[in-house]
């Protein structure tokens, strides 16, 4: 006989058992509860499944024998088709869990007539639960509607069925909403995430029903910038469709700003507003650049990329103005200024990016020897095209042994900061 049919025919036992036993309601026959029953469920939301916890305490000083817990399926609530299977006559449920001292494992469930409501109802075959201590039970439910709906459970002993508990509780469901992400340009994957559902993620697009009043991230990693971009706390709300566009940047050694993240259907920057500009540096002062760009947006959240020049690269960003917050990604060398703002905007953001002193040719936040041999190095083996332009401390367009030349001067006490003047000039002027 099959492990299915030896349950089929313990259950059926049981529930005879159980049938032909009054329900003493929520207190032991003893007025001293036996055992305590918690249903524990963040919410349920309509049309999806979800997860709900049945925990039973053993409050007695000798162990509770395997109990019977009972789920009226009523007020809407089910067990979806793809979790139900037939054996022997008997319909079971998959996915039922039990979390014990050694690890969680699954039960057998069944479902049969209530015992108590006019209706089907949920079976699971309980476990020991030993004196003084507690078995949750996880089961698979789904709801349909959004009415308020009473959630009870019925827990009694196998060896004292008429030391029952049963416990109920009101819920209203959520009506779910759907997020739809995609990408406008590009391509790669997208995940949507929160703390009422299980991550999704999709190969260029998401589209998933949530729970509506919560809050979700939706992010993607853009390879045109090598970094991570995520529209924050998206609300969904009942029935609506949120809609989430990246765009995925071709260029990555441009200073001009884009638009690679909105929820609304337009958002831009403005064409012909973009100013640029560039603070050159010294050896003790530290390269600038602004940018200046009109942003539109109607409504909904905007990322904005602002990329850094490979040939001079920013090290951070200074400030900013017309957005709501701001950081600089480092690791997606050369560096990159992601920008946030929420809600309708007509307005002009400033980006001030800060970078590395002249002369500062391996970003290690002096200018010494090490930087004047990286100069020398880099002209000796022909590579000099790999340095950037905090290598011509000269400023005459290139990058010569000369350049080299003055590093290793100002390093050693001998130049100004400007690499204008040896300090021996300075001082016969």
């Keep these: 006989m099959s492990s299915r049919s030896i349950a089929t025919v313990t259950l059926a036992v049981l529930l005879a058992v159980s049938f032909a036993t009054p329900m003493a309601g929520t207190v032991a026959a003893d007025d001293h509860a036996a055992h305590d029953v918690r249903i524990d469920t963040t ?25 019977v817990v009972e789920i009226p399926l009523r007020n809407g609530l089910s067990v979806a088709d793809d979790r139900r299977s037939t054996d022997g006559g008997t319909e079971f449920v998959d996915g039922v869990t039990v979390a014990t001292s050694s690890g969680t494992v699954s039960r057998t469930a069944f479902i049969d007539d209530s015992s108590f409501r006019g209706t089907d109802a949920l079976y699971v075959e309980g476990v020991v639960v030993p004196a003084g201590e507690s078995r949750t039970y996880t089961v698979p439910l789904t709801v349909s509607g959004s009415n308020e709906i009473t959630l009870e459970t019925d827990v009694r002993p196998l060896n004292n069925v008429d030391q029952n508990v049963r416990v109920s509780r009101s819920i209203e469901p959520t009506v779910p909403g759907t997020i739809d992400a995609s990408y406008a340009s590009g391509s790669g994957d997208i995940t949507v995430s929160g703390s009422a559902i299980d991550s999704q993620t999709g190969s260029d697009s998401v589209e998933t029903d949530v729970p509506s009043g919560q809050s979700y991230d939706v992010s993607t990693t853009l390879s045109g910038l ?4 995520t529209i924050s706390g998206l609300q969904v709300g009942e029935f609506e469709t949120e809609t989430v566009r990246f765009v995925d940047p071709s260029q990555r050694d441009s200073l001009s700003p884009m638009v690679v993240g909105r929820t609304s259907s337009q958002a831009s920057v403005v064409d012909g507003s973009v100013i640029q500009s560039t603070s050159d540096g010294t050896a003790e002062t530290r390269t600038t650049q602004t940018v200046t760009f009109d942003l539109v947006a109607g409504g909904g959240q905007t990322v904005v990329a602002v990329g850094t020049d490979a040939d001079l690269p920013m090290a951070s960003l200074s400030s900013t103005t017309g957005v709501d917050d701001a950081r600089f990604a480092t690791d997606a060398a050369p ?38 041999s990286s100069i020398a190095d880099a002209l000796a083996s022909n590579s000099a095209d790999s340095l950037t332009e905090y290598a ?31 300090t021996d000039e300075e001082e016969d002027n």
């Design 43 to 67: 919410t349920l939301t309509s049309g999806t499944e979800q997860m709900v916890e049945i925990t039973v305490t053993n409050n007695q000083s000798s162990d509770m024998v395997s109990p």
């Design 226 to 229: 090598d970094e991570t971009v």
């Design 335 to 372: 560096g990159v200024a992601i920008l946030n703002t929420s809600g309708a905007v007509d307005t002009t953001v400033t980006v001030q990016l800060q970078g590395r002193y002249l002369g500062d040719v391996d970003a290690d936040d002096t200018v010494d020897g090490n930087d004047a």
């Design 392 to 422: 011509d401390v000269n400023d005459d367009g290139e990058v010569s042994a000369i350049d080299a030349m003055q590093t290793q001067q100002y390093a050693e006490g001998n130049r100004t900061a400007d690499y204008s003047n040896t």
